[in-house]
């Protein structure tokens, strides 16, 4: 019999940041699942600032969302219905099915999952899944970290910047540095995470105060007013910033820079990228990286690695 079931569509596309009109909830019924299909009760779905593009109509590495459609995203789920070789009722699956409650998937849509004793459903999701393997490839496939490097991490109190640091530590890193956008999340990057220490980007220059944490020395500006606007910590040009032709100092000759640009997602005409004659004369290193569901990273050369 159908199985009565609740979705979230895309209803408008946004202009800059989403609210809460551009979606709408859907009550729907799914049919039983026919040969070759499952029916999936998701436990969890995962929201990601990827998705921010797939709700703009044009062209990009992942297909847009569709209006009137249900939105799309990674979910872990269980199977309640149907089945088929290596599949049976009470699997746990990770597909691309989120954003509401069930999902009629072919066999093929789905990664049967292990059930282990004290891992939750939504790590999956996180360190075991799409982010940790970003932050996994992109220290040590796309930067190539090797131990006793100092790395700087932006965006450190999100789910890849933060496992990057944690990372870092673990293989050896001399030192590493973070940055976030609050006391709080500073607090959280060196005292839960355990970076070596931390900053708040909005409270002064980035390169300024990412100097004095390598250097150990109190920075030189000034706390940024109130009215201030700090450009995004986690886009491009702060990067930009540390292969810049003032940084003499042997201590600050960052070479190797993997740049996430979720920050700009939601920015209909984001900034331009002032200073590359600097990443070429200073022999800088710039590399894309793009991580998809199945566990595979995207190499510079075309490559795919299955993790």
């Known amino acids: 019999m159908p199985t009565p079931t609740r979705e ?23 049919a039983d699942p026919g040969p070759g ?12 600032p990827y998705m921010r593009g797939q709700m703009n109509d044009t062209p990009s590495y992942i297909p847009p969302w569709d209006l009137d459609r249900p939105a799309q995203g990674g979910a872990v789920g269980e199977v309640i219905a149907g089945g088929g070789p290596g ?4 699997d746990l699956v990770l597909h691309y099915a989120g954003w509401r409650e069930h999902a009629l998937l072919k066999e093929g849509q789905v990664q049967r999952l292990e059930r282990v004793d004290g891992v939750s459903e939504s790590l999956y999701l996180g360190a ?25 991490v932006s965006g450190a109190a999100g789910a890849v910047g933060g496992l990057v640091g ?4 673990l293989r050896g890193a001399k030192r590493v540095i973070g940055s976030a956008g609050s006391a709080d999340k500073v607090a959280f990057v060196t005292d839960e995470l355990g970076f070596d220490t931390a900053f708040n980007y909005r409270e002064g220059p980035v390169i300024e105060q990412l100097q004095a944490a390598v250097l150990r020395r109190p920075p030189s500006h000034k706390r940024a007013n109130s009215d201030e606007t700090m450009a995004p910590v986690d886009g491009f040009n702060p990067a930009m910033g540390l292969a810049a032709p003032h940084r003499h100092d042997p201590a600050m000759r960052f070479g190797r820079f993997a740049v996430d640009m979720t920050a700009v997602r939601g920015v209909d005409r984001p900034a331009g990228y002032p200073g590359l004659r600097g990443w070429i004369r200073h022999r800088a290193k710039l590399v894309g990286l793009l991580t998809n569901l199945k566990c595979q990273i995207h190499a510079p050369a075309g490559r795919s690695r299955r993790r």
């Open 8 to 30: 979230i569509h895309l209803a408008a596309r946004p202009t800059g940041e989403p609210v809460p009109s551009d979606f709408r909830l859907v009550e729907t019924e799914l």
């Open 37 to 48: 299909q499952v029916l999936v009760r998701n436990l969890v779905m995962s929201v990601d």
């Open 87 to 90: 599949l049976a009722v009470g």
């Open 128 to 152: 075991l899944g799409m982010p940790g393997l970003t932050a996994f490839g992109g220290l040590f496939r796309t930067v190539e970290f090797r131990a006793g490097d100092t790395v700087f």
């Open 166 to 169: 944690q990372f870092a530590r």
